[in-house]
């Protein structure tokens, strides 16, 4: 049979490895594994969003209110936006299929850091666009604005803080590199780890509100799947002037957003206190991650999120990522993305002290 060429040529985005998978394969019983891969929240939801979530299991039957007015006002009260400055999403990564769609079409291109975010270029790809990127372990706005003015890309995307590597471009840095973007490219600007930014160190903070009053051709994009808690539920939002929301609304499929993940995004907003209790612990619990990683002479990327990437040396990060996995620890192995690194999900304390105890010993006896 044939295909669309685009898609012959298309990789598939490698989530971090699910509990079941591990049972099966390695023959782990489910509560001995510990997950550190896919920066969820170790503390799970607030429970006044789970509660909330059984007490609406009766409306599974019903399509859901498309308008998603409860929620949309919530969000537009939170920052300080209109209404129609905002779009949700079956998560962020919807919006980001979205925005590719909207603005890819013969002969595209989009602009990323060189390790960032896999699912731009997946969606990038997938609308036959050419993926180019600056390089560096971090963005490096400078090359990225040289690259800008050379290819003239039709999306240019900047994740603050990035994706797997945890670091965060300070927010005048981000607004002087976008004033010099002109207003007909897309400026994508992903705040999925915001919260923990935020929290961490003012000048990390972005004001969603701020950024699109003064820029017209920026999107941002939130998530509940993170400091939430709600990766689950599969939902996300954009922010931007009507003008692109517009257009992205024509590329939404109606109902893209269930009942339940929309009541337990509601509440989730509601419960301050448990997203101040995540990130507080999230990194006091980083501490022992970089007390560890110095004992042990590993190299760390300062970051602003719910994870740390430990850079190796002497070790080979496959074959560490699989060491672990074999002993029920699932971590991000980022050789795919040309580092010799892996990405650990900050857990609960005693998820932490097992990765600790037997990382040592895998560390102790060789990597085997
Ligand atoms: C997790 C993540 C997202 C979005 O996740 P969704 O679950 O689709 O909302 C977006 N960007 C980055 C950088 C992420 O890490």
């Known amino acids: 049979m044939k295909f669309n060429p685009v898609i012959e040529h298309l990789k598939t985005y490698e989530p971090g490895k699910p509990i079941e998978l591990v049972v099966r394969e390695f023959g782990i019983e489910p509560d001995q594994i510990v997950k550190l891969a896919s920066n969820e929240n170790p503390h799970g939801c607030s429970p006044k969003a789970a509660e909330a979530v059984r007490k609406s299991a009766h409306l599974m039957f019903r399509y859901p209110d498309d308008t998603m007015m409860a929620l949309k006002s919530k969000l537009s009260e939170r920052f300080g936006i209109d209404e129609k400055e905002l779009i949700v999403g079956a998560g962020s990564d ?126 941002y994009l939130g998530t509940f799947s993170k400091a939430y808690g709600l990766g689950g539920m599969r939902i996300g939002y954009g922010i931007a002037r009507q003008e692109i929301v517009r257009s992205l609304y024509k590329l939404r499929p109606p109902f893209n957003v269930t009942t339940l993940s929309l ?9 301050e206190a448990f997203v101040q209790m995540t990130l507080r612990d999230c990194f006091e619990q980083m501490e022992r991650y970089r007390d560890f990683a110095r004992k042990h002479d590993i190299e760390v990327i300062e970051s602003y999120t719910n994870f740390i990437t430990f850079l190796l040396r002497d070790i080979d990060s496959t074959r560490l990522a699989e060491a672990l996995l074999r002993r029920g620890i699932i971590v991000r192995d980022l050789k795919g993305y040309g580092l010799n690194a892996i990405r650990i999900t900050i857990g609960k304390s005693e998820e932490n002290s097992r990765f600790f105890e037997t990382t040592e010993e895998i560390l102790n006896n060789g990597v085997k």
């Open 263 to 271: 009541v337990a995004a509601e509440e989730a907003l509601e419960d």
């Open 94 to 219: 919807q919006i980001i299929e979205f925005a590719c769609h909207a603005k890819l079409y013969g002969g595209a291109k989009i602009l990323q850091s060189e390790i960032t975010f896999a699912m731009y270029q997946i969606y990038a790809a997938q609308c036959g666009a050419t993926v180019i990127k600056a390089p560096g372990v971090a963005h490096d706005l400078e090359a990225m604005y040289e690259l800008y003015q050379k290819e003239e890309p039709e999306i240019i995307f900047v994740c603050a803080p990035n994706n797997p590597t945890g670091d965060c471009l300070d927010r005048v840095d981000i607004e002087n590199f976008i004033e010099k973007i002109d207003h007909d490219t897309l400026v994508v600007v992903d705040g999925a780890y915001q919260e923990y930014a935020a929290y961490k160190d003012p000048r990390k903070a972005l004001d969603p509100a701020a950024l699109i009053e003064k820029f017209p051709h920026v999107l």
